[in-house]
């Protein structure tokens, strides 16, 4: 399961449209690394500028987000990883830096053994079941997580 957190001023990712485009972009990204959609989470938090203190102090307009991942970890491919940031800073940076947005981000790597779906427990990694469990998941889930626009 990867699960975005992302944490923005009031004044920031103000648009539905942007975090849908976020949302759908998320999905493409782990898409190309071989998850099925329905492993990826998005979820947006407006944090007010009374409650967010960076070095002490209030801090701007700002995105920043906590993308975990449970399904999949890097462990210390350090290429992967470099790949997969360039990936979110390509999604990201058109809603943010390029608007003079602050962008920070860090992810948070959990063993995929501690991960459950409704009681079950994923196929493994890039295991030759994956494409066929995530399939039966697909069917099975379908009409519990429908998505709405």
Do not use: C
Not at 66 to 91: C, P
């Amino acid at each position: 399961m990867p699960l975005w957190k992302v944490y923005h001023s009031e004044d920031a990712l103000t648009d539905k449209a942007d975090k849908a485009a976020i949302a759908k972009g998320a999905v493409e990204i782990y898409r190309h690394f071989g998850l099925p959609d329905f492993y990826v989470h998005v979820i947006f938090e407006t944090v007010s500028q009374e409650d967010n203190y960076t070095s002490g102090g209030r801090h701007s307009t700002f995105v920043i987000m906590e993308l975990v991942h449970i399904a999949r970890n890097y462990k210390g491919d350090t290429a992967r990883a470099k790949l997969f940031k360039d990936k979110v800073d390509q999604l990201m940076m058109p809603f943010t830096t390029d608007k003079g947005i602050h962008l920070e981000y860090a992810v948070v790597e959990g063993p995929a053994a501690m991960w459950r779906i409704d009681g079950v427990d994923p196929p493994e990694a890039f295991g030759p079941e994956e494409q066929e469990q995530a399939e039966i998941n697909r069917k099975i889930l379908a009409d519990k997580y429908q998505t709405t626009e």
